[in-house]
């Protein structure tokens, strides 16, 4: 026992006498992107920046993130929530500080973050259009029972801009976040436990917009076994989180906001806000107290208010500016003090060197001291380390009354050669010299990882996304640097998710063609379609290599697409209309819709069951079927008996009605999102039933109808569109010969083109005109009247086989809101109808004038017009001008039928 107690005695002693006698440089080290690894100083500390939430008040941490690199400040360990995530994750995969600042400044993140679910008209098929422009509320429905939103969005908007930037960031990472730029985390709540997540692997996108994920705003995330949401809701100021990875200095950036104002909790809203924000400020509170450095810019910007985000960026700079020479002291200092903490006094040192290399000099340098420590030593061995070699080691020997050393280094070595596998696609592309401009520097993988960053960001900037390095590796022996360059292309496309939905359904809405190089524009248009298929809450695009392979996955999220949707109009003419369409957008999993539909009020409704599918297969053929049964009752108008030379009115006469029951089937072609030109043929019984007019009896048809039409939308929204036109125009011909009882032929065309001039004047053209033939039944005629037909009319008022209308409206974007957008409109009618083509006469065109202000309502435009008609006598010699009444109109909501 006595001997084994000697024996670790002396090991003691000799360990403690080696390690006094020895000088060595040593290094932890922390991954790089392309397999390469960064040596830092053992004795530097970790440090990690802690990136707040705040919404918009976070685009200040670029400022900060600018200040900190500006002074040598680069983190070991970025940490970020909510919008502190973005940042923190965009700048991560390589963006530079100064295309953040362009993203943030020229993104409309109003748009991107909006709680509007609604999806713009372009990405819509037609049918799709129409189904969504008359509803004004939507519910989705498992089987019967209607499913109540966790949140006002799905947050794809944002979901699709955040896989955009991910994809063209300079970095992708395989395996998890400590392969980007500096190491990563994303930090979330699951709502199913109330504790944090922290991110470190998988999709960068998701991770950003789960960690972004506010409350019955955006919808939560699934992943794993987690119901992620934002990370504000327990950690909106990660300084703890970052303490658990290791941190050893943190530099929190506080962005959150403040509590709300004495006079803003007079509101309730304000005040249900405030009795959720007082006890997260109570753990912000708990983690600020941890943090050693916090800044926290001077800024009185709402969280909400994506406007003036270079103010931010600056007031973060400014802010970090001053508090960025403090931080540096305070990493200095520590590391110097852990050098201090395994120093030895060194005297009468013998010089052995001889002058001619940086080392010898820097010994050289302490010997005139005579006496100095064995840190000072190894701090100018650390200074050298990071240009001219990998390591040194200095061991002492007592020799008589000195000391002589032993030194022991080893220069970095210098790459002679550049060897890339893909050299002459490279050379294609002109990226090729600018990869060769390494070659003859010496081999520092921190700059060697640099050097090729700045490659990646070039090659994006040529919109090349994929193509990057998988790998870089140095062959010490030949001094070769081997660069090993992907293809750029997507070898496989891989869909998750799907449970329900065909795979083929979702594969036709992607354009990214495998063994194609990739564009970033086809990613988009492929989400755009799949976000227009109306089938999926979320879907994420991210890239991944796997096995060698470069594969593009796409991880869809399904909805229910059981669909109630409700709509609601009222008018000065019908009164009070309903809709009501429920359906099924996705039937057994093939992309095709089946539902019913009841539109209508005491005066018009239609009763309908359709199938139809907005593709078929992967082509842009469609179809619809269609089962109807509907009821119109219009009024009947003739002159007033009291008409003089210069004044006339139109006064009902009388009404009648009009029932039919038929089936339609429609098969055409999709011009993409834009139009289609359809067949339609349709089988139906009409009868028509006036009331107490004169010369008109009830009457039966069978009208077997073929019709052609082509249908054409691009107004960017409804109703008030700023650009876009409209097309309806069609040949129908109900023929005997198709089993009908009754034939008849007409031609339609109706024209409308919208252009808007300096934002808030818009023009608007329409032009209609129509043919048919003399058999054609009065129930078929073209109409002409009303407050969106003609101005001075009543609805229906003046019926025909020809008619010809131009108008031209403009409306005024008000700069201020009464209660709602507000909009001025003036339009000029111009047209006629006749009862056939002998009687045409365009020296008796009536003139129609009115004004009109309208409101942009949740429940749909409301619209009140006053109008007046007009129109010269030539019957008579002077061709006196005759002016009907005005007329008053309202409308409130979508038109139904």
């Known amino acids: 026992m006595r001997n084994a107690f000697t024996l670790i005695l002396i090991f003691a002693f000799l360990n403690s006498l080696y390690s006094q006698n020895l000088i060595r440089t040593e290094f932890r080290e922390n991954p790089l992107p392309f397999g390469l690894t960064k040596k830092i100083l053992i004795e530097k500390p970790k440090v990690a920046l802690v990136l707040s939430g705040g919404g918009a008040r976070g685009a200040a941490q670029v400022g900060v993130i600018k200040a900190l690199i500006e002074n040598g400040i680069q983190p070991d360990l970025i940490v970020g929530t909510s919008f502190g995530s973005i940042v923190g994750g965009l700048y991560a995969s390589g963006y530079t500080i100064e295309q953040l600042d362009s993203i943030l400044v020229n993104t409309n993140w109003e748009e991107i973050v909006s709680p509007s679910p609604t999806k713009k008209r372009a990405n819509l098929f037609v049918e799709q259009k129409i189904t969504e422009d008359r509803s004004i509320l939507t519910l989705e429905l498992d089987g019967l029972r209607p499913v109540i939103p966790t949140s006002v969005s799905t947050g794809q908007n944002l979901v699709n801009y955040l896989n955009q930037l991910i994809i063209q960031a300079p970095l992708h990472p395989k395996k998890n976040f400590d392969e980007l730029l500096i190491p990563f985390r994303a930090v979330c709540t699951d709502l199913l436990t109330g504790k944090p997540v922290v991110l470190s692997d998988g999709d960068l996108s998701e991770a950003m917009r789960a960690s972004s994920s506010v409350s019955f705003l955006l919808s939560p995330i699934p992943r794993d076994s987690f119901l992620l949401a934002d990370g504000g809701l327990i950690a909106n100021i990660p300084v703890r989180i970052a303490k658990q990875l290791g941190a050893e200095i943190v530099i929190a950036v506080n962005t959150t906001s403040p509590l709300r104002t004495e006079e803003e909790l007079k509101y309730p809203w304000f005040l249900a806000d405030q009795v959720v924000s007082i006890p997260l400020k109570t753990l912000e509170q708990l983690d600020l ?27 973060g700079y400014e802010k970090a500016k001053q508090i960025a020479p403090a931080i540096k002291n305070a990493i200095e200092n520590e590391y110097l003090k852990r050098l201090e903490a395994r120093s030895f006094d060194i005297r009468t040192i013998k010089y052995q060197g001889s002058g001619n290399s940086k080392i010898d000099l820097a010994i050289l340098n302490l010997i005139k001291l005579n006496e100095f420590n064995s840190s000072t030593l190894l701090k100018s061995f650390y200074d050298l380390c990071e240009d001219e070699v990998s390591f040194i080691e200095m061991t002492f020997f007592p020799e008589n009354d000195y000391l002589s050393y032993k030194l022991r280094w080893k220069e970095k070595p210098v790459i002679k050669e550049v060897f ?6 490279l050379v294609k592309i002109g990226i090729y010299d600018d990869i060769m401009k390494i070659k003859g520097q010496k081999f520092d993988e921190e700059k060697v990882s640099n050097h090729f960053l700045n490659v990646l960001r070039k090659l994006r900037s040529m919109n090349l996304s994929l193509l990057t390095i998988d790998k870089i590796d140095f062959d010490e022996r030949n001094n070769v640097l081997n660069i090993n360059f992907t293809s750029g292309e ?48 979320n879907v994420f695009a991210y890239y991944l290599q796997e096995n060698g392979r470069e594969n593009l996955f796409f991880k869809v999220k399904e909805k229910n697409t059981g669909l109630a949707r409700f709509g609601l109009r009222s008018d000065n003419e019908r009164n009070v209309q309903i809709a009501l369409d429920i359906r099924d957008e996705n039937f057994n999993g ?21 199938h139809r599918s907005n593709r078929i297969f992967k082509t842009y053929l469609n179809y619809k079927l269609n089962i109807f049964y509907s009821f119109l009752n ?41 139009g289609t030109v359809f067949l339609e043929t349709r089988y139906e019984l009409t009868r028509f039933n006036p009331n107490n007019i004169s010369g008109l009896s009830k009457s039966d048809f069978n009208l077997s109808v073929l ?34 009882q009754t034939s008849y032929s007409k031609i339609y065309f109706e024209y409308e083109s919208n252009t808007t001039y300096f934002n808030r004047h818009r023009l608007t053209t329409k032009i209609i005109f129509g043919f048919g033939d003399e058999t054609l039944p009065l129930f078929e005629q073209f109409r002409l009247g009303g407050q969106s037909s003609f101005f001075g009319l009543r609805e229906d008022d003046l019926l025909g086989r020809q008619i010809f209308v131009t108008s031209f409206e403009y409306q005024f974007y008000l700069p201020i809101k009464i209660f709602f957008d507000t909009y001025l409109k003036v339009r000029y009618d111009l047209g006629g109808i006749w009862k056939n083509a002998a009687s045409i006469k365009f020296d008796e065109l009536r003139h129609g004038l009115g004004l009109t202000i309208a409101f942009d309502t949740p429940i749909g435009p409301a619209d009140f017009s006053v ?28 038109p139904l039928i």
Request: hydrophobic residues 35%; glycine residues 10%; aromatic residues 16%.
């Open 289 to 315: 107290q941890e943090a050693d450095f916090v800044i926290t810019p001077e800024i009185f910007h709402l969280s909400t208010d994506f406007g003036g985000l270079d103010s931010l960026i600056s007031k």
């Open 420 to 425: 890339v596998n893909n050299a002459a696609s």
């Open 490 to 537: 997507v070898d496989s496309i891989i869909i998750l998710g799907n449970n329900k939905t065909n795979y083929d359904v979702i594969a036709r809405e992607i354009v990214v063609r495998q063994n194609q190089i990739f564009d970033i524009e086809d990613l988009k248009k492929s989400m755009t379609n799949l976000e227009a298929t109306n089938l999926f809450e």
């Open 590 to 610: 093939t992309g095709t819709e089946i539902g019913g539909q009841f539109f209508g009020g005491l005066r018009n409704y239609f009763i309908g069951l359709e």
């Open 634 to 674: 219009r009024y009947y108008y003739g002159d007033s008996p009291y008409n003089t030379d210069t004044r006339w009115e139109r006064i009902q006469i009388g009404s009648y009605d009009v029932r039919k029951t038929g089936i339609s089937f429609s098969i055409g072609s999709q011009v993409e999102k834009l």
């Open 707 to 740: 019709k052609l039409s082509t249908l054409f939308d691009s107004r960017d929204k409804y109703p008030f569109p700023t650009d876009g036109i409209f097309l309806n125009t069609y040949f129908e011909a109900s023929m005997k010969a198709l089993g009908g």
């Open 867 to 894: 109008g007046r008609s007009f129109y010269f006598r030539n019957d008579l010699l002077k061709k006196p001008l005759s002016v009907g009444p005005y007329l008053f109109y309202f409308s409130i909501g979508y």
